[in-house]
């Protein structure tokens, strides 16, 4: 039979109003830039990766996790919850494993957004939020930060009785800022328990500030929270895809409706578990992150540029100039940055604190192009 190929395949219209993820020069892989650039090395600090790489304890535990891919993994991931959950002083009923946070954050969405509903979301901030709240059908109501932080009081005198859920990114992507520890108390006491507050700790073991607390330490008295983290960031396994949400077991038993049993795949799991374990690498990437933050600030306000106190692996950046052709200038020499038009704030950029030599070069870079382009 010949059938008529002028047909459209319709796509089922609450996910045909949302444009699928288009991917920004910012966000290719170091190999796809490699080729692009035509530069034998890449300096990539657009995606706020650690630098230094997995643990070495990690990959040999992914290496031995690959002669075991003919067979299924476990579907719970057991061992590496345990491992969490002995971490975070919770029990295994509070905590669910995700394909990366990404899905922890579509998963959220999807397990308590019904078409209509609002969610808020502070701008700027982390993207998938506002994908994952439109794929679910929400109308979605940005609030503004306030100098660079998100601010928690305009959210809360913004709530309606259609509100469902509020995304908070703390410390904040982009701008490297934390909401201080009575702030989020204050919060949490304040946000009806019928509206889901979800807590995005992508960030969280780059923190020094003392105002800092993680919600994990509230997730027993609001039944309301869930508290999202990676292994994308600080564990260095961003490919590996490794995510987990945690909250009461009510709040993780919701989101297992929508869980898919293989979820995590098991190179993955294998990896974060022995990563979880490796507090040396921790420290080291911790500490590597810190001295080349402190030079990246010192030197960026030598040259003119105003820098956003971070308390993450990144740094929000006012160059002055044209972000967007800042970063044309600096791939000519292999380096990627994360531009501001995407936050709506075109001189500013988003950088990640890469390896030493990294940030030297940037800088010497920079040293080079801010005058051409002021
Ligand atoms: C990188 C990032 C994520 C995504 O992490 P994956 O685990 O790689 O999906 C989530 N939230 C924030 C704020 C991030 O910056």
Known sequence: MVRDTRIPVQGRSQIMAVNPFVPDI???SHVQLKELLGVSRVVKLSMNENPLGPSPKAIAAMEKALRSLNCYSD???HELKEKICARLGVTGEQVILSNGADEMIFLAAHAFVEPGDEVMIPFPTFGSYFWASAL???????VPLKDFCIDTRSILSALTEKTRLIFLCNPN?????????RELEYFLEHVSEKIVVVLDE????YVMSQDYVSGVKFINSYPNLLVIRTFSKIHSLASARVGYGVGTPEMISVINHCRLPFNVNYIG????????????HLHRSRMLNYEGKKYLEQQLKRLG???VPSDTNFLFVDTGVDSRLLMEQLMKKGIVIRPGDGYKMPTYMRISVGLPEDCHFLIESLEEILPLLR
């Open 26 to 28: 910012a966000d290719l």
């Open 75 to 77: 579907c719970e991931g």
């Open 136 to 142: 679910a059908g929400a109308r979605i109501l940005q």
């Open 173 to 181: 992507n982009p701008t490297g800022t934390i909401v201080q520890r």
């Open 202 to 205: 992508a960030y969280v073991d």
């Open 269 to 280: 799991l294998a990896g974060a578990a022995a990563s979880i374990d490796d507090t040396e």
């Open 305 to 307: 540029c105003s820098v």
